[in-house]
């Protein structure tokens, strides 16, 4: 069973920025789509963002494109989201999730393995 290991999770103020990091398996990270998501109390997970192995292709949803940056270190099996420009309404806890294959995905159910989550607060 492959483990996603995030870390990088905290409280900061409207504004400001935090770097989540997401450990994986070499084997997984080199075969699969990486992807970040969200899930905030009371409402569903929702995709944040995802790249593919080699790195050129991304995407983003439009609530934080702009803001945040998806960024993958092969070497290091290593999958990151720059997070600038922090709102309070991006408070949630913030999940990582591998998907083996080339295709980008946007939605959960795609996903094969996912990390335990990491929570980031955004105070107004």
């Known amino acids: 069973q492959e483990q996603l290991v995030e870390s990088g999770g905290g409280l900061v103020q409207a504004g400001g920025s935090l770097r989540l990091s997401c450990a994986a398996s070499?084997?997984?990270?080199?075969?699969?789509?990486m992807g970040w998501f969200r899930q905030a109390p009371g409402k569903e997970r929702e995709f944040v963002a995802a790249i593919n192995w080699s790195g050129p292709s991304t995407y983003y949803a439009e609530s934080v494109k702009g803001r945040f940056t998806i960024s993958r270190d092969n070497a290091k099996n290593t999958l990151y989201l720059q997070m600038n420009s922090l709102k309070p309404e991006d408070t949630a806890v913030y999940y990582c999730?591998?998907?083996?294959?080339?295709?980008?995905?946007?939605?959960?159910?795609?996903?094969?393995?996912w990390g335990q989550g990491t929570q980031v607060t955004v105070s107004s």
């Open positions: 999730a591998a998907k083996p294959g080339l295709t980008l995905h946007t939605t959960s159910g795609s996903y094969d393995y």
């Open positions: 070499e084997h997984t990270f080199r075969t699969s789509v």
